[in-house]
């Protein structure tokens, strides 16, 4: 299984930028998919996740209004949406897929077994 996101960037405060992760080496379509991201010194922390079908969706509280997960099962691509970028969300953004096919999404870090490389998302205040 091969997890590959990109988009990353810089950008002020208040601005947007979208990632992606292509997917690749298990059906796609049957797993939930998630985004989390990390700073130095600081442990991973649950971002956003979707639901293998695409119709649950579940963020943490702090992107909540701010950023859309969203997925293509067609083109094995799952994307964020990330507007009114603040400076707190600069981190390295990983993205994962479910261990298991099927089921709900999940905010749990070791219900993931499969993590791309990681984007970075700077934003300047």
């Known amino acids: 299984v091969q997890l590959q996101a990109s988009g990353g960037g810089l950008v002020q405060a208040g601005g947007s930028l979208s990632l992606s992760c292509a997917a690749s080496?298990?059906?796609?379509?049957?797993?939930?998919m998630g985004w989390f991201r990390q700073v130095p010194g600081k442990e991973r922390e649950f971002v956003a996740a979707?639901?293998?079908?695409?119709?649950?969706?579940v963020y943490a509280d702090s992107v909540k209004d701010r950023f859309t997960i969203s997925r293509d099962n067609a083109k094995n691509l799952m994307y964020l949406q990330m507007i009114s970028l603040k400076p707190d969300d600069t981190a390295v953004y990983y993205c994962?897929?479910?261990?298991?096919?099927?089921?709900?999404?999940?905010?749990?870090?070791?219900?993931?077994?499969?993590w791309g490389q990681g984007t970075q998302v700077t934003v300047s205040s």
């Open positions: 994962a897929i479910r261990r298991v096919p099927y089921g709900v999404p999940s905010t749990r870090y070791s219900e993931y077994d499969y």
């Open positions: 080496g298990r059906t796609f379509s049957r797993f939930g």
């Open positions: 979707i639901g293998w079908a695409g119709d649950r969706k």
